[in-house]
């Protein structure tokens, strides 16, 4: 069974994704302060997910779950997210440079203890899990109506929070 996370624009960068045939219900906000984006699960049961803020990546933080505020570098280490491939630095940077390939992976650990990775592709990023596409996201063109993500594993509703805060998180490195 496949289902669709549909994103709604609202004021500024602020979004709304909603999965009708689930009831569930995310709000991905940023504050017009400070920069910081808050992940916000709002139905079935409302539970604020995580707030983090990325600036040079050595200065990026996250709370997450309620946790205390940790440099970024650091969750992704040892947190939700397992690993960072950086895609736009040092030895990867100099071989896409040659080759002219784009490949940046995202890697985390989902709420139910298995490795996902995000990986972004021209055509807009993709989940992964153990080299097989579980999730793809959808921008909006202009004959269509609607930007979602699809995914194509219904197990993966127990560990939508997660892809939800590192697609946010991937979104906006």
């Known amino acids: 069974m496949t289902f669709q996370l549909v994103f709604t624009y609202r004021k500024g960068h602020d979004v709304q994704i909603s ?3 689930l009831g569930s219900q995310y ?8 920069g910081a984006v808050t992940v916000t699960r709002t139905a079935p049961v409302p539970t604020h997910i ?3 803020k990325l600036k040079h990546f050595s200065k990026s933080w996250i709370m997450f779950q309620g946790q205390e505020k940790k440099p970024l570098n650091t969750f992704l280490k040892s947190g939700v997210l397992s ?17 002219s390939i784009s490949i940046s992976w995202y890697v985390f ?5 298995e490795e996902y990775r995000w990986r972004l592709r021209e055509d807009g990023p993709a989940l992964f899990k153990e080299n097989i596409p579980i999730v793809t996201y959808y921008r909006k063109y ?5 930007e979602y ?4 594993d219904s197990s993966l509703q127990n560990t939508l929070d997660h892809i939800i805060l590192t697609f946010a998180i991937m979104e906006r490195l």
Do not use: W
């Open 27 to 34: 709000s991905v906000s940023m504050s017009h302060y400070n």
């Open 142 to 146: 202009k004959n269509e109506d609607k």
């Open 19 to 21: 999965c009708p045939s």
């Open 50 to 52: 995580a707030t983090f």
């Open 149 to 152: 993500l699809e995914v194509y």
């Open 83 to 99: 690993r960072y491939v950086k895609a736009r630095c040092t030895l990867l940077s100099i071989l896409v440079a040659q080759t």
């Open 109 to 113: 650990k989902g709420q139910d203890g």
